[in-house]
């Protein structure tokens, strides 16, 4: 079996896409990955890793636009037996290369595109896309989504199949090693909290701030990279935090749980500013899950499901901050250990190593 993945980005960084990859290719496949430029890696074991430039002038257009005729005419050449489209913005790529050579297209929307928060107030473009989406969601042979929710709003939306679900879950990180973050970072703290993904909006990361300010006992550790950096360094210089506020940068995957388990516990404070955030579940929740790192998340549907159902963690309530701030502090000094008991025995349950299979059953029943 051949599967071309196209994914639009530069591959390095994205979790989930090296754990499928990796899956394919235990299973003794051809892989070929269609990614963007500006990652290092120039493959992944023995599949080779295409990148296509992303040209942004006169419009970052250009980019979605670019990648998918370069893609199309790179996959139809390499003429595969799957062709599998994470997200809307390959989808074209995926579906013009499968009709192009017999091949069967599977499409992984890990969220719901066309309610994005990056689309909000711009009703043109998310006609774009949901125009598109509607389009193509119908010449696909299988739709795979991250959660129930995602699932249910895309069936009643296009009247289709109920997609299968692949939760965006890690590995059960039974050999992780914890950094020790105090000593990483020059951190005194009695407690270290961790923020994982892009420093972006929407993701609650200055009420994040704002926490600390409250929390004179707790420092906190952003791993990723993103448009709110500067921002992050401004905010906690001007509220004389700094000394407790680190940003890591981006951390390879292979290293990530390493970091992830030398926290008390994570937040999660995605702020419900568009649907898709509103029903958002991501990776880094299982993350911090798998690391034993209790979660702190926000009171959105998805996450206090997972979170309560389990105990794993603490879901917070809309607040002032020193009212949240006093619901943290009881949290780490009295709720910490039961949780991280929770999460060693949940690990086990939301895993790749149990999602990840499905994945392989969809793509052996395609073919």
């Not at 050999?175 to 000593?183: A, F, G, M, T, V």
């Not at 549907?301 to 879901?315: A, F, S, T």
């Amino acid at each position: 079996m051949h599967i071309v993945f196209f994914i639009l980005n530069p591959f390095d960084y994205d979790s989930r896409a090296q754990l499928i990859c990796h899956d394919i290719l235990s299973s003794g496949w051809r892989l070929d990955i269609i990614a963007t430029i500006g990652g290092k890696i120039p493959s992944f074991g023995n599949a080779d890793i295409h990148r296509l430039p992303q040209p942004v002038w006169p419009t970052r257009k250009r980019r979605f636009i670019e990648y998918n005729i370069r893609a199309t005419s790179l996959a139809k050449r390499l003429r595969a037996d799957i062709y599998h489209a994470v997200d809307l913005d390959t989808l074209w790529a995926a579906v013009n290369a499968a009709r192009a050579v017999g091949g069967e297209v599977v499409y992984e929307s890990r969220e719901l595109y066309t309610e994005l928060m990056s689309l909000s107030g711009r009703p043109i473009v998310r006609a774009f896309w949901s125009i598109l989406e509607k389009k193509l969601i119908r010449k696909v042979d299988v739709v795979v989504t991250v959660n129930q929710a995602i699932a249910e709003e895309m069936t009643k939306r296009y009247r289709i199949n109920p997609p299968e679900i692949v939760m965006n879950v890690a590995r059960s990180g039974e050999s992780i090693e914890p950094i020790d973050l105090r000593k990483e970072f020059n951190l005194q703290s009695k407690f270290v909290l961790i923020f994982q993904g892009i420093l972006r909006p929407g993701q609650g990361i200055l009420r994040a701030i704002e926490l600390i300010v409250y929390l004179p006992e707790v420092s906190l550790v952003f791993i990723g990279d993103g448009p709110l950096r500067d921002t992050i360094e401004k905010r906690a210089n001007d509220l004389g935090i700094s000394n407790r506020v680190r940003i890591a940068g981006k951390i390879e995957p292979g290293r990530l749980a390493h970091y992830t388990s030398g926290a008390d516990a994570g937040l999660i404070l995605i702020e419900p500013v568009a649907l898709n955030n509103r029903l958002a579940l991501p990776q880094k929740l299982f993350q911090y899950i798998s690391a034993e790192t209790p979660p702190i998340v926000s009171d959105l549907p998805m996450l206090r499901q997972i979170v309560q159902e389990d105990k794993l963690g603490l879901v917070l309530k809309d607040g002032l901050p020193k009212e949240s701030a006093e619901a943290v502090r009881d949290f780490l000094n009295n709720g910490l250990e039961m949780a991280i008991g929770q999460c060693r025995i949940a690990k086990r349950k939301y895993c790749w190593e149990i999602e990840g299979k499905k994945f392989i059953n969809l793509y052996r029943n395609l073919v």
